[in-house]
């Protein structure tokens, strides 16, 4: 597409579904301009997700780079509000504290947390994940603007994610039942609960079932640790370590 800017030709842009007319270029004006603003001159990848109905909710995802490290904004809201809500929160991801508290629940990211039939799992990605402290993972979920994020704890050697909990804080899990890290850190808690050893058709019924809107959990088959959460299609994605990580 065609944008007005100096950041047209440095946008790629994705659209999926019903997008209304000129929306899209109206969105990233408003991303192009937050990284003008910033003096960010790299690439951007934008992909606009709009539902099938008329005035349904509208998904803007926006990638960039501060200096070397990867930012992520992603943001939920009516045909009215989403671009202006994915502009407010690429200039909070450029300009965040790695570690800052964040408020949960997010009114930009409505939970998607209640039981439904099973849905299939759309995508599988297999990542290299991570092999480093708890503070090390909750700068990566804070920069990538995730919910949840699958990682190795060096401390244990233990696949582990850290998720959103609370108004203010990070909560982390293992593998297994363990003390705190090391690292005390404000306003992250550990769960007491080890994770489930369950097969990918267990953790889909599982996570359907009881409304969860993501699930950490053990496979059996290697003993590595899985992410499976829900996407804004009402489908499913399984992240799962690459082999080699």
Request: hydrophobic share 40%; net charge positive.
């Amino acid at each position: 597409m065609r944008s007005s800017g100096s950041q047209a030709d440095s946008i790629k842009l994705t659209l999926r579904g019903a997008v209304p007319d000129g929306w899209a270029e109206r969105a990233v004006a408003g991303l192009g301009g937050v990284l003008s603003r910033r003096g960010i001159s790299g690439s951007m990848r934008v992909r606009i997700s709009a539902a099938s109905c008329l005035g349904g909710p509208i998904l803007v995802q926006a990638n960039a780079t501060r200096g070397a490290t990867p930012v992520r904004a992603q943001v939920v809201g009516t045909p009215g509000t989403a671009a202006g809500l994915a502009a407010d929160r690429l200039e909070r991801q450029l300009a965040g504290e790695k570690t800052a508290p964040r408020r949960w629940p997010d009114p930009a990211r409505p939970a998607l947390s209640m039981p439904t039939e099973s849905r299939p799992i759309a995508r599988h990605k297999a990542c290299a994940l991570l092999n480093g402290s708890a503070y090390e993972a909750i700068s990566a979920l804070n920069a990538m603007d995730y919910d949840a994020h699958l990682f190795t704890d060096a401390e244990t050697g233990l696949d582990a994610v850290v998720y959103r909990a609370g108004p203010l804080g990070v909560r982390l899990a293992r593998q297994l039942s363990l003390g705190p890290p090391a690292s005390r850190l404000a306003g992250l808690t550990v769960s007491p609960h080890p994770a489930a050893h369950l097969g990918e058709d267990e953790a889909v019924a599982h996570l359907c079932r009881y409304g969860l809107p993501f699930l950490f959990f053990s496979d059996p088959a290697d003993r590595r640790g899985r992410l499976l959460y829900r996407r804004y299609d009402g489908d499913l994605t399984l992240v799962a370590p690459r082999l080699d990580s």
